[in-house]
């Protein structure tokens, strides 16, 4: 069955000669009716923007549907080369593919809407009915956002679109930022925004806060927080539990008995604003302005990780995190706490979509700012096709999708793209299941990075931590701090006869 009810119909008109048939699970992920309806959008699109009725196009041996397949295929299985996977999509026998230049030439006239549409349509929780221990907290669906860098061909073209510091400290490679909203049960995507290096992640997030609604629990990394994000994240009725930089001033409004408080931030600008008209009020001899100014009101989670290694060492780090879930009865600080431990499924999600399905060092080979675009939402687009996958095994067996390896799903994808979507989807499940992830306790590895003149030092050659660990939560009772107000007070008669 097609996994998003489109029909399936192939246009009699169109040569046989290099459309392939509907087979493998891309064909159940994305079936034909529903890769005709986003190509068909693109074009009304491209017409509405060109403000007149687009020309007929052309009936061509390399039509658009064969081209939206042959992308994704081409993210499946990004070490072959063109004529490889149009070979395998096709079942052409050798000698009969088309040519590179081509196949190329097929990927630019397609550009990068109709894949960003297709995204668009195929993204979502991949959640089973009802409220699972592994997917919600407090009965809040567990959700977070997280930024990444993709690096892309070096091109001219592709180093003027990434923009200053594209290429990183010492680098050659230009980069594209993307910024993803997955579920932290199944990992499956909920959303993307991908644009180049010189986006920040707060304004591509920004983009994303559409798909928030009430009923989630959204978490976040301290470099997401601004006052206007908050806002309008926290406005779409989802809760929010982010954590934010020490440098916040959050003083205590009022504690609350399992150690966290309520504050209240004030926006910024204006704040700010009012500083600057304060200043001038007092020069003109007016009393300042000191009506309340908009503000936030929440709750404070501050506390301390320490990690336990099994050789006797440890290690502590300091957390403050505000959320909008005031009741500190309905979550308590402590369960906050764990529960933002499960933002790390993003992270995993960034590993399974730039290691195991692109490979590991590998540079998107599109040399143009349009076709690297394409070439990234193709590539989310493969990946939630083996995210579903693993989410059917799931759901068919009780078990959490954390148990089911995602490499182990990829293999068994690539191994069934000759077979009939129906007789894919059965031996994809089946390859999915008989190798799970083993049931292990915490661990813990040095990270390395190997990007030249990076601040940390690679992991090879370096002495290996032990393997497992033990977590430990410190929540202190909070200091009340005094608050600080927006203005100077002048000081009085009495003050300025006891001044030195």
């Known amino acids: 069955m097609p996994a998003h009810g489109a029909s399936v119909s192939w246009p009699s008109s169109t040569p046989a000669r290099f459309l392939p048939g509907v087979r493998g699970v891309l064909s159940w992920f994305v079936p034909a009716g529903l ?59 050798a000698g009969e593919e088309a040519a590179s230049t081509a196949l190329t030439a097929l990927r630019r006239r397609l550009g990068p809407r109709p894949f960003e549409l297709l995204f ?29 860098t993709l690096k892309i061909a070096a091109s001219a073209g592709n180093a003027a679109w990434a923009g200053p510091g594209g290429t990183g400290q010492g680098g050659h490679y230009p980069r594209a930022r993307l910024v993803a909203l997955a579920c932290c049960g199944t990992r499956g995507l909920l959303g993307a925004a991908a644009g180049p290096f ?8 920004a983009a994303l806060t559409g798909l928030l609604h009430r009923g989630m629990l959204l978490l976040a990394d301290r470099g997401f927080y601004s006052w206007g994000l908050w806002h309008a994240a926290a406005g779409t009725g989802a809760d929010l539990l982010w954590r934010v930089s020490s440098g916040l001033h959050l003083p205590v409004v009022r504690a609350l008995p399992d150690g966290s408080w309520l504050t209240r931030i004030e926006d ?180 390395g990075l190997r990007e030249p003149g990076a601040a940390y030092p690679s992991a090879a050659g370096a002495k290996a931590l032990p393997h497992h660990m033990t977590c430990t939560i410190t929540i202190p009772t909070p200091a009340r701090a005094p608050s600080n107000t927006t203005d100077q007070q002048k000081p009085t008669s009495n003050q300025k006869s006891q001044a030195p």
């Not at 993204?123 to 907290?137: D, F, K, M, T, Y």
């Not at 010189?198 to 997030?205: D, Q, V, Y």
């Open 35 to 93: 890769a005709d309806e986003v190509l068909a959008l693109a074009r009304e699109e491209e017409s509405a923007a060109a403000a007149a009725e687009l020309p007929a196009r052309r009936v061509r041996l390399l039509p658009a549907r064969l081209g939206l397949y042959f992308v994704l295929a081409l993210c499946l299985s990004s070490g072959l080369p063109y004529r490889r996977v149009l070979g395998g999509l096709c079942g052409l026998p």
């Open 268 to 447: 910024p600008r204006a704040k700010d604003n009012r500083y600057r008209k304060n200043g001038k009020r007092r020069r003109a001899g007016k009393p300042p302005d000191t009506s309340p100014l908009p503000a936030i009101t929440v709750r404070v989670i501050g506390f301390t990780l320490t990690v336990t290694l099994d050789d006797g060492g440890t290690r502590t780090e300091r957390y403050r995190m505000i959320t909008t879930l005031l009741d500190c009865r309905a979550a308590p600080a402590a369960g906050l706490a764990a529960a933002y431990a499960r933002r790390w499924a993003v992270e995993t999600c960034f590993a399974e979509l730039k290691t195991a399905l692109r490979g590991p060092g590998r540079i998107l080979r599109s040399r143009t700012p349009d076709l690297a675009l394409q070439e990234i939402w193709a590539y989310l687009t493969a990946y939630q096709a083996v995210r579903a996958v693993i989410a059917l095994a799931a759901a068919g067996t009780g078990t959490s999708p954390a148990r089911l390896s995602f490499t182990a799903a990829l293999h068994a994808v690539r191994g069934t793209a000759r077979l009939a979507p129906a007789a894919a989807l059965a031996e994809t499940t089946a390859g999915t299941l008989a190798s799970p992830v083993p049931d292990r306790p915490g661990r813990v590895w040095v990270r």
């Open 198 to 205: 010189s986006t920040g992640e707060r304004a591509l997030a």
């Open 120 to 148: 668009a349509r195929v993204a979502s929780a991949l959640e089973p009915p009802g409220q699972q221990a592994w997917s919600h907290a407090f009965g809040l669906l567990l959700t977070a956002w997280d930024g990444t």
